[in-house]
Nanobody, 125 residues
Framework: QLQLVQSGGESVQPGGSLRLSCAAS????????IGWFRQAPGKEREGISC????????NYVGSVEGRFTVSRDNANNTVFLQLNSLGPEDTAVYYC??????????????????WGQGTQVTVSS
């Protein structure tokens, strides 16, 4: 069964950090772009970052650029999203997703073939 398995979400205080993991099962991530989305209560799912299978620099939306960092560990078939300087506005369910189409259209959910189950990040004092 082909799937992405996520972990790492939890509750943290403002200013804190987390590292989210997205591990592939049943396929290898080497040739897939991995996008990260988040969905806050009452809001649409938002594409926030993407890392391609090539050496292109990752993509970030403005609201997370400079605070979040995406990386991949192909040897362990896992992609990570490092979240720093978290604020209440970052509270959401975070999803990873795999695409064969690179990161050009990374904010569009329909370009992704596989999705992780989501992991909750809550930022609150």
């Amino acid at each position: 069964q082909l799937q992405l398995v996520q972990s790492g979400g939890e509750s943290v205080q403002p200013g804190g950090s987390l590292r989210l993991s997205c591990a592939a099962s049943g396929f290898t991530l080497d040739n897939w772009a991995i996008g990260w989305f988040r969905q806050a209560p009452g809001k649409e799912r938002e594409g926030i970052s993407c890392i391609s299978s090539s050496d292109e620099p990752p993509n970030y939306v403005g609201s997370v650029e400079g605070r979040f960092t995406v990386s991949r560990d192909n040897a362990n078939n896992t992609v990570f999203l490092q979240l720093n300087s978290l604020g209440p506005e970052d509270t959401a369910v975070y999803y990873c997703a795999a695409s064969r189409f690179g990161c050009t259209y990374y904010i569009i959910p329909s370009v992704y073939a596989y999705w992780g189950q989501g992991t909750q990040v809550t930022v609150s004092s």
